[in-house]
């Protein structure tokens, strides 16, 4: 058996006298698609922020493929492999669809400050090579047809999508998408569920935060179900599915027959 790609040993964030996430500890294994499920309330965003260094654990620990990066800032975690997009969009509007997703590529950037000055022929080259990787990553997602509009002339679904093209600009080994099909229409998230399906495939590992249980079912390898901070239950998508515990805190006999 692989060493898990992440593992998290009772890992709790408190703010004031309440634990958001309370001695949670799970593995992610590389390659594979990870969902983290629960109620409004259960700590799934506060999980990913202390995931991906926004927030600091109260106590706990997180090894990214058998390294300790507890506690480490976000750029130092997507240096290591680590990208992610957010509940809300973080799209600049002032720029295009491709230098959006272009600006994603910035830690890999060969040219540094002196060279940029300067104008050197290496930093058109670069140039280049980044609109042609940035346009390669729209129509991997699926909005290619956007590679020449401005990011305010797009429609939500497709920026939710160029939300993620700009998280793989840093070619992540595992991508933390925070609720990707929220607001979307059932086409839209079609969309997204064969995204995160070809991500996958391509060798990245999803970890994915959403409410859409139809969504969730479908693509995951593996549930994690949290209620109020601490983990309800977890396994495949049948084993959660048909937990008594998981239909009574949160899918209910409604949201049981919805997915």
Same mark, same amino acid.
């Given at each position: 058996m692989n060493a898990p790609q992440l593992e998290v040993t009772a890992l709790s964030k408190a703010f004031g006298g309440i634990h958001a996430v309370d001695q949670l500890s799970f593995e992610i294994e590389a390659g594979k698609v990870h969902s983290i499920i629960g109620p409004n309330?259960?700590?799934?965003?506060?999980?990913?922020?202390?995931?991906?260094?926004?927030?600091?654990? @109260?106590?706990?620990?997180? $090894?990214?493929?058998?390294?300790?990066?507890?506690?480490?800032?976000?750029?130092?975690?997507?240096? +290591?492999?680590?990208? $992610?997009?957010?509940?809300?969009?973080?799209?600049?509007?002032?720029?295009?669809?491709?230098?959006?997703?272009?600006?994603?590529r910035h830690l890999r950037e060969r040219s540094g400050w002196f060279t940029a000055m300067l104008r050197f022929p290496r930093?058109?080259?670069?140039? $280049?090579? @980044? $609109?042609?990787?940035?346009?390669?990553? =729209? +129509?991997?997602?699926?909005?290619?047809?956007?590679?020449?509009?401005?990011?305010?002339? =797009?429609?939500?679904?497709?920026?939710? +999508?160029?939300?993620?093209? +700009?998280?793989?600009?840093s070619k992540p080994k595992m991508l933390l998408l925070d609720e990707p099909a929220a607001g979307l229409n059932p086409t839209e998230t079609h969309d997204i569920d064969t995204l995160i399906t070809r991500l996958a495939r391509s060798g990245v590992t999803v970890v994915l935060v959403e409410h859409n249980m139809r969504l969730v079912m479908g693509v995951s390898d593996h549930i994690v179900v949290l209620d109020y901070g601490r983990k309800l239950c977890e396994g495949s998508a049948d084993h959660v599915r048909s937990d008594p515990r998981v239909i009574e805190a949160y899918l209910g006999s409604e949201g049981l027959a919805a997915c």
């Open positions: 309330g259960a700590g799934k965003t506060t999980l990913l922020n202390l995931l991906t260094g926004v927030y600091a654990p @109260s106590s706990g620990s997180v $090894r990214l493929e058998g390294s300790d990066v507890t506690g480490l800032e976000p750029h130092e975690l997507a240096a +290591r492999g680590m990208a $992610r997009t957010f509940q809300n969009l973080q799209i600049f509007f002032n720029m295009s669809a491709l230098e959006n997703v272009m600006v994603g930093l058109t080259a670069g140039e $280049r090579e @980044s $609109r042609e990787e940035a346009a390669e990553l =729209m +129509r991997f997602v699926g909005v290619g047809e956007y590679i020449d509009a401005d990011a305010d002339a =797009m429609p939500y679904g497709a920026l939710k +999508r160029l939300e993620i093209a +700009r998280a793989l600009g």
